[in-house]
T-cell receptor, first 117, second 112 residues
Framework: TQLLEQSPQFLSIQEGENLTVYCNSS?????LQWYRQEPGEGPVLLVT???GGEVKKLKRLTFQFGDARKDSSLHITAAQPGDTGLYLC?????????????????WGLGTSLAVNP | KAGVTQTPRYLIKTRGQQVTLSCSPI?????VSWYQQTPGQGLQFLFE???????NKGNFPGRFSGRQFSNSRSEMNVSTLELGDSALYLC???????????FGPGTRLTVT
């Protein structure tokens, strides 16, 4: 069974602090996506990483895909209350040679982040 | 482009009833996936439809079913509702299935 483990599960910090959340698996993924979900809403795609070792930046958010494409991290610099939400990672996995039915998206349980003013 | 829309946003049903939820994907997206989200289980994949065909299915009982129409709009049906079916049901559209998912706001289903 493929699993994506996210840590920490919960995080409560003060505005201005830095933080890193992790997404780990024993499986290799062809790509990995990060989403943020606010209460009462659906997840919103933040970024997709595809290449091992890839680093992408989105303002104060830095995303890294592990060299072996099994893990990823999200680093937030100088967190703000607007960063509060549930951060989800999802890995795309191909099983077998053919596309379509053999592609799966594996989801982590998420990291719930609260940034206090 | 308009985003993914889901109706209704909130629903209260009693045990034993059935419910139908609706999802309109982003224009041009042919793939629609459905998820159940609960605090304890996270995001659980229900099924994916692509061009009116079910392409992938999660580990849910047969009470959960879906379909997709020629305009890519999709419906999800749950029959014989149980208390444990209370959850946020999310629909996501994508241009190619397991690629980047664009979610709707969800339907909050409460079963009493």
């Amino acid at each position: 069974t493929q699993l994506l483990e996210q840590s920490p599960q919960f995080l409560s910090i003060q505005e201005g602090e830095n933080l890193t959340v992790y997404c780990n698996s024993s499986s290799v993924f062809s790509s990995l996506q990060w989403y943020r979900q606010e209460p009462g809403e659906g997840p919103v795609l933040l970024v997709t990483v595809v290449t091992g070792g890839e680093v992408k930046k989105l303002k104060r958010l830095t995303f890294q895909f592990g060299d072996a494409r099994k893990d990823s991290s999200l680093h937030i610099t100088a967190a703000q209350p607007g960063d509060t939400g549930l951060y989800l990672c999802a890995g795309e996995s191909w099983q077998g040679r053919n596309a379509g039915n053999n592609r799966k998206l594996i989801w982590g349980l998420g990291t719930s982040l609260a940034v206090n003013p | 482009k308009a985003g993914v829309t889901q109706t209704p946003r909130y629903l209260i049903k009693t045990r034993g009833q059935q419910v139908t939820l609706s999802c309109s994907p982003i224009s041009g997206h042919r793939s629609v996936s459905w998820y159940q989200q609960t605090p304890g289980q996270g995001l659980q994949f229900l099924f994916e439809y692509f061009s009116e065909t079910q392409r992938n299915k999660g580990n849910f009982p047969g009470r959960f079913s879906g379909r997709q129409f020629s305009n890519s709009r999709s419906e999800m049906n749950v029959s014989t509702l149980e208390l444990g079916d209370s959850a946020l049901y999310l629909c996501a559209s994508s241009s190619r299935g397991t690629g980047e998912q664009y979610f709707g706001p969800g339907t909050r289903l409460t079963v009493t």
